[in-house]
C-alpha cells in the first residue's frame, strides 16, 4: 500500500497563477483533509470530505478550492496564487472522523 | 475556543537523557480525543497515540509514555532514553468536532549524540 501520496512535491508559482494539488489514498477511507503548514503555526485545515463528492470549510478556506470526485482522490486548487500562500501542503485521511490521520508527504508552494 | 499550547518550542538533550515534552489544551467540550504526531526531517507526520476524554490512564509504549492529567488540562509525552532518531518536530493536536482538530504549535526535539 502507497497509503497518502501527493502531487507535486515542490512547486514555483508566480502570482496570479493558479495550479491544483492532488491527493490520493489507497486505504478506503472515508475523511481527507488539506491543511497547511506555516513556520510557527502548526497546521490549519483548509477544507476536509468526509466522503465522496463532499466537501467542507475549514479553518482557513479563503482563496482555495477543493473536490472529491472519487474516494480515493481529494484535489485543492488555487485559482490565483497569492505571496501568502506560501505554505507546506499536507494531505491527510482517517477511516473515521476520530481515528487516527494518515498523512501524505506533503508539498511545498512558494508563490513569488 | 479550543486551543493548544506547546510552550517548549525547542529542546535539546544529551542521548540517553529522558525527556518530556509539554502540551496544555483548553476545551469546553466534555467529549474530545488528544493526539501526539512525530513529524521527523523527512517532513511527513507520523501518528504516535491517541486518548479520549474519559479515559486517564497513563499509557507506555517502549521508550515512549504518556501522561494525561484531566485535571490540569494536559497530555505530556515523555521519550525515556533518548536516541539520536528521536529528534523530530512534536505536534500535540485536540479533536473536538468531528472535523475539528487543532495543532499545536509543536517542539522541536534535537538528541545530541
Known amino acids: 500500500n502507497a497509503g497518502v501520496t501527493q502531487t507535486p512535491k515542490f512547486r514555483v508559482l508566480k502570482t496570479g497563477q493558479s495550479m491544483t494539488l492532488l491527493c490520493a489514498q489507497d486505504?478506503?477511507?472515508?475523511?481527507m483533509y488539506w491543511y497547511r503548514q506555516d513556520p510557527g503555526m502548526g497546521l490549519r485545515l483548509i477544507h476536509y470530505?468526509?466522503?465522496?463528492?463532499?466537501?467542507a470549510k475549514g479553518e482557513v478556506p479563503d482563496g482555495y478550492n477543493v473536490s472529491r470526485l472519487k474516494k480515493q482522490n481529494f484535489l485543492l486548487g488555487l485559482e490565483s496564487a497569492a505571496p501568502s500562500q506560501t505554505s507546506v501542503y499536507f494531505c491527510?485521511?482517517?477511516?473515521?472522523?476520530?481515528?487516527?490521520?494518515?498523512f501524505g508527504p506533503g508539498t511545498r508552494l512558494t508563490v513569488l | 475556543a479550543q486551543k493548544v499550547t506547546q510552550a517548549q518550542t525547542e529542546i535539546s538533550v544529551v542521548e540517553k537523557e529522558d525527556v518530556t515534552l509539554d502540551c496544555v489544551y483548553e476545551?469546553?467540550?466534555?467529549?474530545?480525543?488528544l493526539f501526539w504526531y512525530k513529524q521527523p526531517p523527512s517532513g511527513e507526520l507520523v501518528f504516535l497515540i491517541r486518548?479520549?476524554?474519559?479515559?486517564?490512564q497513563n499509557e507506555i509504549s517502549g521508550r515512549y509514555s504518556w501522561n494525561f492529567q484531566k485535571s490540569t488540562s494536559s497530555f505530556n509525552f515523555t521519550i525515556t532514553a533518548s536516541q539520536v532518531v528521536d529528534s523530530a518536530v512534536y505536534f500535540c493536536?485536540?479533536?473536538?468536532?468531528?472535523?475539528?482538530?487543532?495543532f499545536g504549535t509543536g517542539t522541536r526535539l534535537t538528541v545530541i549524540p
Open positions: 491527510a485521511s482517517s477511516y473515521e472522523a476520530y481515528n487516527e490521520q494518515f
Open positions: 486505504m478506503n477511507h472515508e475523511y
Open positions: 470530505s468526509v466522503g465522496e463528492g463532499t466537501t
Open positions: 476545551t469546553r467540550d466534555t467529549t474530545y480525543y
Open positions: 486518548r479520549n476524554s474519559f479515559d486517564e
Open positions: 493536536a485536540l479533536q473536538t468536532g468531528a472535523n475539528n482538530l487543532f
